[in-house]
Nanobody, 123 residues
Framework: QVQLVESGGGLVQPGGSLRLSCTAS????????IGWFRQAPGKERLGVSA????????YYADSVKGRFTISRDNAKNTVYLQMDSLRPEDTAVYYC????????????????WGQGTQVTVSS
């Protein structure tokens, strides 16, 4: 059974940084595509970034390009999302997911989701 567990969320001031982790069991992330998504209250879930666990190719939504960095540590079977220059509009529950056969942030293509971790950007 594939399971994903996110961690690293919290409260941070605008301009600050957080690093989210997504640790997998039941799947080898180097053989998978992994995405990060976020959902703010009352809004739809949106794709943030994705990575090819094999060759490390990445993709970012325009809203986070230049501020967020996705990476993986295959030895730890973990994918990270480094979030810098955080803004209040980045406040959301962040989810990692896996499942597609291509590099994408289209949520409908992902089958397995973590439980989410809350990120709040506020002064």
């Amino acid at each position: 059974q594939v399971q994903l567990v996110e961690s690293g969320g919290g409260l941070v001031q605008p301009g600050g940084s957080l690093r989210l982790s997504c640790t997998a069991s039941g799947v080898t992330l180097r053989d998978a595509y992994i995405g990060w998504f976020r959902q703010a209250p009352g809004k739809e879930r949106l794709g943030v970034s994705a990575i090819n666990g094999g060759d490390g190719t990445t993709y970012y939504a325009d809203s986070v390009k230049g501020r967020f960095t996705i990476s993986r540590d295959n030895a730890k079977n973990t994918v990270y999302l480094q979030m810098d220059s955080l803004r209040p509009e980045d406040t959301a529950v962040y989810y990692c997911a896996t499942g597609p056969q291509t590099l994408t942030i289209a949520s409908w293509m992902y089958r397995t989701w973590g439980q989410g971790t809350q990120v709040t950007v506020s002064s």
